[in-house]
């Protein structure tokens, strides 16, 4: 994958933040504790969604289990829950069981076991289906989403892909005014695309694949 913004290294800037947003920052590069939430089971499960929901066999080896099972052992969740929706914890662990049945019972194996094009063919059921483990399955899908999407993108490597500058406390910014970078950001060297017809395209793939991957399995 071509780097976006080649030598960007956000943790240059740490200098620019105060002391506790250091640390906390800093220990997101470091060793992350043994898993305390999430059972060995659980955990055969949850790595492999995670792993397939954000593609983090492909990227950077960001501990995004790892950082859910902190905030889920030490209750540092969202303040609400959507309607249907039990807490966080409860959601995990029921959520977890009913993906290793959908996977049995849609392709014949525990999710961890199957491959890559089946995984995203029982994925895509708890996307678009309604019952899931007693809860609404688009929901669930999107909770997993939001888990994983906030570890991900809390990380400094990832903030190195996409050329984020980290905290604006208490350095905040300067350049307001349209095309005009920060002292501290570097250039996109990668061609200026239009996100939406990108994403389109993106998406029609996807249904493309999915749809391929259902005549399969139908067969």
Not at 50 to 63: F, H, I, K, T, Y
Not at 124 to 145: H, S
Not at 172 to 194: H, M, N
């Amino acid at each position: 994958m071509q780097q976006r913004f080649p030598g960007y290294d956000v943790m240059s800037q740490a200098r620019e933040w105060d002391p506790v947003t250091q640390a906390v920052v800093q220990a997101r590069l470091g060793p992350r504790p043994a898993l305390a939430f999430f059972t060995p089971p659980e955990e055969a499960v949850a790595r492999p969604l995670m792993n397939r929901l954000l593609e983090l066999d492909e990227g950077p080896a960001v501990p995004v289990l790892e950082g859910i099972d902190q905030r889920l052992a030490t209750g540092q969740l969202d303040g609400y829950r959507q309607v249907g929706m039990p807490p966080a914890p409860e959601m995990w662990r029921r959520s977890l069981v009913a993906l290793d049945e959908a996977s049995r019972e849609r392709c014949g194996r525990e999710f961890a076991l199957l491959d890559r094009d089946c995984q995203l063919l029982v994925l895509e059921g708890v996307r678009t289906g309604g019952d899931f483990g007693g809860m609404p399955g688009p929901e669930v899908f999107a909770a997993w989403l939001r888990f994983g999407c906030t570890e991900l993108y809390s990380h400094p490597d990832i903030w190195n892909e996409i050329g984020f500058g980290g905290p604006a406390y208490p350095r905040g910014y300067k350049a307001t005014s349209p095309g005009i970078r920060e002292p501290w950001e570097r250039a996109d060297v990668a061609p200026a695309e239009d996100p939406v017809p990108i994403g389109a395209r993106m998406e029609q793939a996807r249904k493309r694949h999915l749809d391929g991957v259902a005549a399969r399995a139908a067969k």
